[in-house]
């Protein structure tokens, strides 16, 4: 990592609140994120698996969520000088100290500089703040580098498996018929 990269990290700010306003910015960042570009190599170092096509979300879909999940925050983070949202997570309360950690996004040009890891200590900070004490997330079982990642940071497969929602293309078009999500946890007490 260079010192610019480094010093990034070091001057980020609180992760806060998405406001209405926010929520634009947020689905472009989503988007790019999850199915995008680095600018460089024309594809992020987690999203080299051809698996899911066309947008991760729209402005409506993450409106409509946010409005059924009155619990949920969804957060953004910004670094100091830098202009624009540097990341997003969504974060639910799930009961019995349970949280869902989901939409984890750095932004596309900024990836692989140290500030994924960086926003999700911040997370899971924000989530034992408030007596959360196991984070729950689930990644399409195809994405083994991006479960690697979560493994290197203390998430574990919890030997469950949820269903893709084929027939759904809200997260997406799926291009394999093999897809499910796997559970992570990491308990962070
Ligand atoms: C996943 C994501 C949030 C991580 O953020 P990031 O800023 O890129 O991650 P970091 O810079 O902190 O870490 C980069 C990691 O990638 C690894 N990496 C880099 N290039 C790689 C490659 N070609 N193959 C495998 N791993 C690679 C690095 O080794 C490093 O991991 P390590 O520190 O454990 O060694 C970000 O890439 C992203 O937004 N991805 C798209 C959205 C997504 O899939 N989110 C997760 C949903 S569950």
């Not at 989503?30 to 698996?51: I, P």
């Not at 990644?139 to 893709?164: A, C, H, K, Q, S």
Request: charged residues 30%.
């Amino acid at each position: 990592m260079s010192d610019i990269q480094k010093a990034n990290v070091q001057a980020s700010v609180e992760l806060a609140l998405a406001s209405d306003d926010d929520i634009p910015e947020v689905v472009r960042l989503m988007n790019l994120a999850y199915r995008g570009s680095d600018g460089d190599s024309g594809e992020g170092w987690s999203t080299r698996e051809k698996y899911l096509t066309g947008d991760r979300t729209t402005e409506k879909f993450l409106r409509d969520d946010l409005s059924a999940s009155p619990h949920a925050s969804l957060l953004i983070w910004r670094l100091e000088g830098q202009p624009g949202i540097a990341g997003s997570v969504w974060l639910e309360p799930q009961g019995d100290g349970n949280w869902y950690l989901g939409s984890l996004a750095v932004d596309s040009g900024r990836q692989n500089s140290g500030l994924g890891k960086k926003l999700l200590s911040l997370a899971e900070d924000w989530i034992r703040e408030r007596g959360g004490r196991r984070i729950n997330i689930t990644v399409i079982n195809v994405r083994e580098t991006l479960i690697g990642w979560y493994w290197r940071r203390g998430y574990r497969d919890m030997g469950e498996r949820e269903p893709f929602p084929y027939g759904d293309n809200r997260f997406g078009i799926p291009l394999r018929t093999d897809l499910c999500f796997v559970r992570l946890q990491k308990n962070i007490d």
